[in-house]
């Protein structure tokens, strides 16, 4: 019923759109968009995707990376395989295995358009008992050509195709913005419910290709994690400006009928400085519930032998002020330059004790900056809360405008609270050239960072896993660079990387929390290499990686190609017809623990040498702005199906070859 909630209201609001829309007169298209970027806010102006171009693969875990570790379900705990696809965007150890499905503050688009534009889409596979349904709706519209307002909702549930493998996601974001010559505001408020079950892995990997059937192979447990996630946003900013003539010449039809010219005077607010405000509080919460504990699959049981229903949560409350010095009004030394201080505040639940709660109030001491009180979840769950305050200061160095060369540096350091000490500095710079008929494009990046671990890494009470550790700080020195030529027909590119991590902190094999006493040296080559020509295209990905530790292993090899006819049929209808095809070689993959949402390494098990491949027909509307298309997903499995390669992480399966269709419906004009 929820679902069919949202459906109406999507519908409701398309509706409304293309009422709207037919009685405004008619206006050129042109909906712009950006986000915004931490520490000092930055907006980042990106592109609008209305693209039917890969429809088809596009999803969750596929625009995270060319290689992911997760539990088979569309909906699961997921690490990428490359290293330098691993997102870092969140400060809860416990939402980084969610992060591909969490909309932050630094995710949301905001817009501005001339006319309302908005998209629904929906996919899902045609199995006859392990349903997965997607539904995604976007609608924005200015209501001047200053404000503009918008939604984004989307809805995945997915049955799963092992036992104990459901899994179900609600995200989205409302977001506003108001952009004026002196004072702009951007305001957003993002959510995502995540509940998926855990089943650990099935129990023997022999069963693959037999005689049972997917949904009847034993697991190792029967668990749920759920996590959610809310944010809200505000950013607000007012500009000291000048005023600066430009002179143009415009064509009009005068009373005679005929052409002419005049001279005309337009006015442009030039921001000098700007003053900035943001706002930003978020709340996460992690729960793992096993309604009987499995005597075999965890060595301990601290709190009961009976069941499990574990429980952490964070608190962040983050203020921002920013002084930027514009990069516009600044005609003789052309960059910009800002600094800022940010305030958090963050609050962290964590269970205590281990002895049976009598139902009486329990009260924990305030010493140490801990304000308690008692939760009851289960008799032997007390849990209380943590706060702590970090202050830091920056400010960056940047040139955003031109059309050769652009540069940003960027630095802060905590002055202040649990993570003083912790810095970071980084630097970027990129350029293009041109080289004969095409241009060549030059990017680089260097960074360094003293971060002190989570809380949670430090202290975590649960019924399988607890400890206190005195973890020092990690520091990590990347740097990297990638040169692109993208011509006519070949579109080739090389991104090399490297990274130095200086005691990084792993999940060792038993899933407890270790820091190792050195240093690990990570170096990649990642290389595109897109083919094109007027009929078939080839797109080609291949990343070589190596670590020189075993605490952070990582496949050698891993390929993606795409191969595809595309083409328009009787002048209306756009195709695109292919075959996708992912790979990795064989390594000891790291797996997960489902107590704690970790990947733990291992030395037992060699995954990869598997291909994963699909094939799909995707089609275009061009008057409707329609797009959908049809998968045969895993199709590879038709002569594979005695492989025991089929692994994503030990004891975790591909899911079986099925049928997937899907469509995308864009309303803009």
Known sequence: MRTLRWIGVALLLILCTGDVAAKEKKVKTVIRSWQFSQPAYIADTIPVDTSYINLPIQGYLNDYSIANAWNGSLISPVQSKIYFDRLHKMDD????????????????????????????????????YHGENELNFLFTGNTNKRTNLGMEINYLKTDGHYISQEGKLLNGSIFGSYNGDFYSFQGAFSFATISNFENGGICNTEDLGGVLKAEDIPVNLQAMSGYRYLSGFFNHYYSISVEREHHDTITFINEMGERDKKD??????????????????????RRYIEKTVSQDFYEHNFRSGLCTNDSTAVLTIRNTLTVTFE??????????????????????????????????????DNSDSVKAFSIVVQPWNISQYKWVNNTFVGGSLYKHRGKWVHYG?????????????????????????????????????????????????????????????????TMRFHAGGTVAYPTKWVKPSVDVRFE??????????????????????????????????????????VVWQMSSSEVLP?????????????????KALDAQIGVDLRYHTRYYAPVLNPSTGQFCIQDQVLIGNYPDMNLYANFHVKSLHLRFFAQYAHFNRLFMRNSKECLIMPNYPYNPDLFRAGLAWSFYK
């Open 93 to 128: 150890l416990f939402g980084s295995g969610y992060e591909p499905y969490i909309v932050t503050a630094q995710d949301v688009r905001f817009y501005n358009t001339t006319v309302p534009f908005s998209n629904v889409g929906y996919k899902r596979d045609f199995t006859t």
């Open 264 to 285: 005309t005077i337009r006015i442009e607010y030039v921001p000098v400085t700007t003053f900035a405000h943001t706002f930003e509080t978020n709340n996460s919460e």
């Open 327 to 364: 990069e516009e009004f600044n005609t003789l030394l052309k960059f910009g330059a800002n600094v800022y201080v940010t305030n958090e505040c963050q609050r962290y639940l964590f269970q205590t004790g281990s002895s049976p709660w009598d139902g009486k109030p329990v009260w924990i």
């Open 409 to 473: 540096f960027n630095g802060d350091v905590c002055v202040l609270g649990y993570k003083l000490g912790q810095f970071h500095v980084n630097g970027k710079l990129d350029g293009q050239f041109p080289l004969g008929k095409d241009t060549m494009q030059l990017k680089a990046k260097v960074s360094f960072e003293n971060e002190v671990p989570s809380f949670y890494l430090q202290h975590y009470y649960t019924n399988h896993y607890t400890w206190d550790n005195t973890f020092a700080s």
């Open 500 to 541: 130095n991590i200086t005691r990084p902190v792993f999940f060792d094999s038993k899933g407890w929390a270790q820091q190792l006493d050195g240093n690990v040296q990570v170096i990649a080559t990642n290389v595109h290499c897109d083919i094109t020509t007027p009929w078939i295209n080839l797109e080609n990905n």
């Open 554 to 570: 990582l496949p050698t090899v891993t390929l993606y190609h795409n191969l595809y006819y595309h083409g328009t049929w009787f």
